[in-house]
């Protein structure tokens, strides 16, 4: 029986059922002391395959998002913002504004959770099978100017154009050189209508224009972006839950001031 199972376990591996083959002989015995019907035993064999590579793609899909921390939506604390409801949150968690092509603009000071919404909605999207770029204006920036002779830049600049979702955290956090203000209006021009956005920023679209340094060109970048969109604004006013939740090195080894 051995021997059948290893020739079994080689057919899988010729039809690149990689994970099945492993785990055949278990699965082989468990149908025999169960009394599986063949329709049973396919149904789980293909069943367990079609898991396995789900999750080897999830894997994938989030080491390719680059997210900076693992901040999922079931950690973010509704009652300590204003700027969305449970009602709100539940709509964009069906995702479904990714298939739409829909920009998520999310404004305020640092600290107040945007990065934290942004990225729990890119893992959400990931689990869903969707593919996710979480990068920082600076950094695509740098992946847009670089991308024709370094090779990191290049594959990095691949992964953002075929994500279904692009996560842009703090845009315009500075001023940018003319240069850089046409190259991130062709990436938005050459993305339109192919991909969701998400980006965040402590500054309003109205104050676009004195980072990019031309009225013209951020005109035209909002008339992009602000087609399908929609603009959550955390209240300027709010206490930043970074520092709220900071942990300080003197509390914790009991050293008083």
């Excluded at 994938?60 to 999922?72: G, N, R, V």
């Excluded at 829909?102 to 404004?107: C, E, K, R, V």
């Excluded at 013209?216 to 909002?222: C, F, K, V």
Aim: glycine fraction near 6%; include cysteine.
């Amino acid at each position: 029986m051995t021997e059948f199972y290893q020739e079994l376990q080689e057919k899988c591996r010729a039809l690149r059922l990689a994970e099945t083959a492993k785990e055949l002989p278990s699965m082989l015995r468990e149908a025999e002391s169960k009394g599986l019907t063949y329709s049973e035993f396919i149904d789980q064999v293909l069943g367990y395959e079609l898991a396995c590579r789900e999750d080897k793609n999830r894997i994938k899909l989030m080491k390719w998002a680059e997210f900076p921390q693992h901040l999922t939506l079931e950690q973010f604390k509704l009652e300590e913002q204003s700027a969305i409801g449970e009602k709100q949150l539940n709509v964009l968690k069906e995702l479904s504004w990714i298939e739409e092509n829909f920009t998520l603009i999310m404004m305020g000071p640092p600290g107040v959770g945007k990065t934290h919404l942004s990225t729990g909605l890119g893992i959400q999207a990931v689990n869903q099978g969707y593919q996710v770029s979480f990068v920082s204006m600076d950094q695509l920036i740098y992946v847009l100017k670089t991308k024709e002779y370094i090779s990191k830049s290049r594959t990095r600049y691949k992964r953002i154009t075929g994500s279904d979702l692009v996560i842009i955290d703090d845009v315009m956090y500075m001023a940018y050189e003319t240069q850089d203000a046409q190259l991130f209006f062709q990436f938005i021009y050459d993305m339109y209508d192919k991909t969701a956005f998400i980006l965040t920023s402590n500054k309003g679209p109205g104050e676009w224009g004195k980072f990019l340094g031309d009225t013209t060109l951020t005109t035209a970048i909002l008339d992009r972006l602000l087609h399908r969109s929609e603009i959550i604004t955390f209240d300027e006013n709010q206490d930043s839950i970074r520092m709220k939740y900071r942990r300080a090195l003197f509390q914790e080894t009991g050293v008083e001031s």
